[in-house]
């Protein structure tokens, strides 16, 4: 088992950042890739950004390119998703997520664990 927790949302006004932490517990994190995932009231789950644990290599939505920054502390099991210039449209619940795997990282599915989610408010 492994026990998601994000925090660092908020409310923020337009052209501002805001920096989410996932702090993952329980079972090893060694060989999984980690995500962020967020869903706007009446849409689908989208993806935002993924990384891999041990090698960290990074992806990222192609529309959300340049703005966001994925990272990861392996000393204390946290992810980071460090988002900049953001919009009203990125206002959204964001979703942290564990996967045992490494491909098709953009598709929900292929994720076992899921954090409670943080608000993200963009106001203009």
């Known amino acids: 088992q492994v026990q998601l927790g994000e925090s660092g949302g908020g409310r923020v006004q337009a052209g501002g950042s805001l920096r989410l932490s996932c702090v993952a517990s329980g079972r090893t994190l060694s060989t999984w890739a980690m995500g962020w995932f967020r869903q706007a009231p009446g849409k689908e789950r989208e993806f935002v950004a993924a990384?891999?644990?041990?090698?960290?290599?990074?992806y990222y939505a192609d529309s959300l390119m340049g703005r966001l920054t994925i990272s990861r502390e392996l000393s204390k099991n946290t992810v980071y998703l460090q988002m900049n210039s953001l919009k009203p449209e990125d206002t959204a619940v964001y979703y942290c997520a564990a996967s045992f795997g490494y491909s098709d990282l953009e598709r929900p599915l292929m994720y076992d664990y899921w954090g409670q989610g943080t608000q993200v408010t963009v106001s203009s």
């Open positions: 990384i891999t644990w041990s090698a960290g290599d990074t």
